[in-house]
């Protein structure tokens, strides 16, 4: 298993590398001046010239390319011109901020749409497989913002149930000490059951936002993929032999099916993190999505490479995990060709 | 795990969920009441990306912390506007930092306040005044430029005269030096604090009030998370004006315009900065809040032409698009009205030195029909009609507006939407054929705009890339009359310039935007400023 893991691991640094040359390189094609847009309202050509030379956009590329390099070795990503800060720290209070809320979207899109899932099969072209078809409809043709601006306007503006969309924790609230950056575990590591309430009230709404765009693929899957294994033998034959239909159901179907729900999960996972950006916006959410957006607009560069580059390793993790999982899950996997 | 296990567990997600709705009760307790009312909520679309005036690319909302955290020697007093709200006075200089100046020909001295101290608790010296002139006169970009529209260009101007005693030196004779005085850009730093954080490469230290506010203004940042929020103190030592009445500021920014709209209106924010007008006009007519709005000094959104090149180039062909634009439908379809109409005068021949001022073309399509041709493009002729994209809101429908009616004299326009940031690298190509934009300067003066946006000297913000002769007299004319106050003289410039402005029209004004801001009825003091940004200073609750 180790060595699998390591040989996975090695498999990666290729891919890590080619997607810093190639971000550095679009980064540096894409029109767009920084040196103009910092340069303020009364830039001249001198002052635009004074600021590029600052920020080393002067060099030639290769140069400009080595610095990077030089700069990434030592852990050092850069400043963003946007926020003012080093990209390392921004990234790093940024990501747990969007993990946090995708997670927990995630959490609450699988506990409703694996269950809608797996009785929409084995209740094929009832009520329930109707009705699962209706919210996979909705939930993928509404747009992500539309949605959250939706929810913001009933349980916000029009009920009052939810608090101010203002971001994680309420102004007169101060954050948990961060331990792992997500507030709903850190206060509850120390016992902070106000906090916690805190973040909660804050944190459901953009999670259900996210739950609902989610919910679709994840429940879509789960019903074919269930459909699929109740038609093969090994179910007749586990019905023929008078087991339970529960038994029956999740105890062979459904594990059997578990495979391309999880690898459904883990593209849902990814996707999510990137398509989260409109409900960080629509949110205030200070999250990692917002944050690229922003310095993409403005042409900051080393919070977009900084932002690709945690991309592309966290989607390495991630699909680590998911082939991890599926050793578990299938121990056929874990066989080598 | 079994189904039933699943649809528990579902079932407890959904309660959590039902008893986290209650969960916001913080404004109960009697503790966060009191916070709440010594407290400002202020939300805004973005924040600062810099603390510091003098940093590179510091933003504009970098500006309000600079500004409510730094003393300048100087301040702006305030006026009451016919339609009672309140704005800075352009014409009156009061003491902040210096509690008296006199001026010679030659030079100012100022006199500080013998009781000001900076944050923490050291004394302010005309020592850290020359430091911090000389900074902004030194570290390039933006706050360099700044002090030069007012000639402040060199160090040696800058002299520390005593503990207590500064002088400026006058490089030449500049009515814009004083005023200049008074801007965000030459405010004061703690000199010492900020030496000893500066390094070898980095010798103003700049990386440090980057984060940092190392200044004696009457707020401090206590805590700034950039891109979320940045939290001030009110600075209880503060000595160069009354004190302030809000003990906090909170200002979060919230990107979604509907949502800033949704949080004033339920009363948990206090102050919705910066609003589109749309938002402006229904907040307006719902009456829940109190809304302000004053036009934008000297700002102006224009539809400008490169006079240097075909077609343009025919002032028949500009006065035909003058004449082609659809200016009241702009402002009642993009403006909602919120704006102060820049056409519609009697005549193109002013009969005051102001600026800006309405001009006298209107939408003539006849007319327009009959100037192209007298051009020599009886046809019409394609062009492409450039506008930033980072001004969507605005410059989109107007665009729009713009390609419909010049379709009508046979302007066939593409648009060219550019985004924001590639904006400013595109205009100072001058080589678009035909642009939306907006300028607006911080002085507010004639001869000022038309520097910047008529000259030779051919800046940035002279779009058209015109250059005339007898322009250049007027405007450096005027500013040399402002300086020797000969106002006959400058009268006679700046309607001279104003004048020839409108008959050439390598720019055509539409309309003076408005800055508009939404805040709770109990909420009192606020003012216009020709940074357009807020002063926290003169705010109050309750």
């Known amino acids: 298993m180790l060595a699998q893991i390591a040989k996975r691991l090695m498999t990666a640094v290729p891919s890590i590398i080619g997607v810093i040359i190639v971000t550095f390189l679009l980064t540096r094609v894409l029109p767009g001046d920084t040196a103009a847009y910092f340069a303020g309202p009364a830039a001249t050509p001198q002052a635009i010239a004074e600021i590029k030379t600052k920020l080393g956009l002067d060099q030639p590329l290769p140069v400009q390319f080595l610095a990077y390099v030089k700069d990434l070795a030592t852990g050092n990503l850069g400043t963003s011109l946007t926020t003012g800060q080093p990209v390392f720290d921004d990234i790093r209070a940024r990501l747990p901020a969007s993990a946090e809320l995708t997670l927990l979207g995630l959490l609450i899109s699988v506990l409703v749409a694996v269950p809608l899932g797996i009785l929409a099969a084995v209740k094929e072209g009832s ?65 902070d059951i106000e906090t916690f309430r805190a973040a909660w009230s804050q944190i459901w709404l953009p999670a259900v936002t996210l739950a609902i765009f989610s919910l679709a ?112 899950i299938d121990p056929r996997v874990r066989i080598e060709a | 795990m079994n189904r039933r296990e699943f649809l528990k567990s579902a079932s407890v997600l959904s309660c959590a969920a039902s008893t986290g709705v209650a969960a916001p009760a913080v404004w109960s307790s009697a503790s966060a009441q009191s916070a709440r009312a010594e407290t ?66 030659g030079s100012v001295t100022f006199k500080l306040r013998k009781d000001a101290k900076f944050h923490d608790g050291s004394p302010v010296t005309a020592e850290d005044v020359k430091w911090s002139f000389d900074r902004a006169v030194t570290v390039g970009g933006f706050p360099t430029f700044q002090m030069k529209a007012g000639s402040l260009e060199k160090p040696e101007q800058f002299v520390a005269v005593d503990e207590r005693t500064f002088r400026v030196d006058f490089l030449r ?11 965000i850009v030459p405010c004061v730093f703690n000199s010492k604090l900020v030496k000893s954080k500066a390094t070898a490469q980095d010798p103003w230290g700049l990386e440090y009030t980057k984060q940092n506010t190392a200044g004696g203004g009457a707020y401090k940042v206590s805590k700034w998370t950039s891109g979320t929020e940045v939290a001030y103190e009110r600075n209880e030592a503060w000595t160069s004006g009354p004190k302030p009445a809000l003990k906090r500021i909170i200002w979060r920014m919230v990107p979604s315009a509907g949502n800033r709209r949704a949080l004033v209106e339920r009363g948990d924010a206090d102050i919705s900065f910066d609003l589109p007008s749309k938002d402006f006009v229904e907040l307006k007519a719902g009456g829940k809040v109190a809304v302000v709005s004053n036009p934008i000094g000297n700002g102006i959104q224009y539809i400008g032409m490169n006079v240097n090149k075909p077609p343009f180039d025919k002032l028949a062909v500009r006065q035909a698009v003058a004449y082609a634009l659809p200016y009241q439908k702009i402002m009642d379809a993009v403006m909602f009205g919120l704006a102060k109409p820049m056409f519609g005068a009697g005549s193109n021949t002013v009969t005051d030195p102001v600026w800006p001022q309405p001009h006298a073309y209107n939408t003539d399509i006849a007319k327009a029909k009959a100037l192209l041709t007298e051009g020599g493009y009886p046809e019409g002729f394609e062009t492409t009609l450039s506008f930033d994209l980072g001004g969507g809101a605005v410059n989109e429908p107007l665009a729009t507006l713009v390609q419909e009616s010049l379709a009508q004299i046979g302007i066939r326009t593409t648009l060219n939407k550019i985004p924001g940031a590639n904006w400013r690298g595109e205009l100072l190509k001058k080589e678009m054929p035909l642009i939306v934009n907006f300028f607006s300067g911080w002085l507010d003066y004639p001869e000022y705009f038309f520097f910047w946006c008529y000259h030779g000297q051919n800046a940035v913000f002279n ?51 408005y800055l508009n801001v939404a805040m709770q009825k109990q909420v009192s003091g606020y003012q216009y400023w020709f940074h357009r940004q807020l002063d926290y200073r003169t705010l109050a609750k309750g």
């Open chain 2, 463 to 513: 779009t058209m890339g015109y250059k005339s002769p007898a322009m250049d007299t007027l405007i450096d004319g005027a500013r040399a009359a402002a300086a020797k106050a000969d106002w006959p003289t400058y009268t006679i410039d700046v309607k001279g310039f104003v004048d020839l402005a409108f008959a050439e029209v390598p720019r055509i004004p539409l309309f003076q935007p």
């Open chain 1, 127 to 191: 009520w329930i497989d109707h009705l699962c078809r209706v919210v996979a409809t909705a939930g993928v043709s509404l747009p992500v913002f539309f949605t959250g601006l939706l929810l913001v306007y009933v349980f916000y503006f029009k009920l009052g149930w939810a608090p101010a969309p203002l971001g994680r924790i309420d102004v007169f609230f101060t954050a948990p000490e961060p331990i792992t950056g997500f507030y709903l575990v850190d206060s509850l590591l120390v016992g």
């Open chain 2, 40 to 105: 400002l909520l202020v939300v805004s679309e973005g924040g600062p990306n810099n603390l510091d005036i003098h940093g590179v690319g510091t933003n504009r909302p970098g500006y309000e912390v600079a500004w409510n955290c730094y003393d300048r020697l100087m301040s702006y007093g305030s006026k009451t506007l016919p339609d009672g709200t309140r704005s800075y006075d352009r014409d009156k200089l009061t003491p902040e930092l210096a509690e008296e100046w006199t001026e010679t020909p």
């Open chain 2, 173 to 183: 004779p500049d009515r814009l030096t004083m005023p200049d005085l008074a801007v």
């Open chain 1, 217 to 328: 693929p994840i429940a879509r899957m789960t019903r074919a993929s269930m459909l699929a294994v109740l038609a093969s033998d090994f179910v007749r034959t586990a019905r023929a032999s008078g087991l339970s239909p529960t038994k029956v159901v999740m105890g062979y179907a459904f594990r059997n099916a578990l495979l391309p729900v999880v690898t459904t999960l883990g593209m849902v996972f990814s996707f999510l993190l990137g398509a989260n950006v409109l409900v960080e916006k629509v949110f205030a959410w200070p999250g990692i999505g917002s944050y690229a957006i922003e310095a993409l607009i403005t042409s900051d560069y080393a919070p977009v490479q900084g932002f690709v580059l945690a991309m592309a390793i966290l989607y390495v993790l991630l699909n680590l995990g998911i082939d991890i999982v599926y050793g578990v």
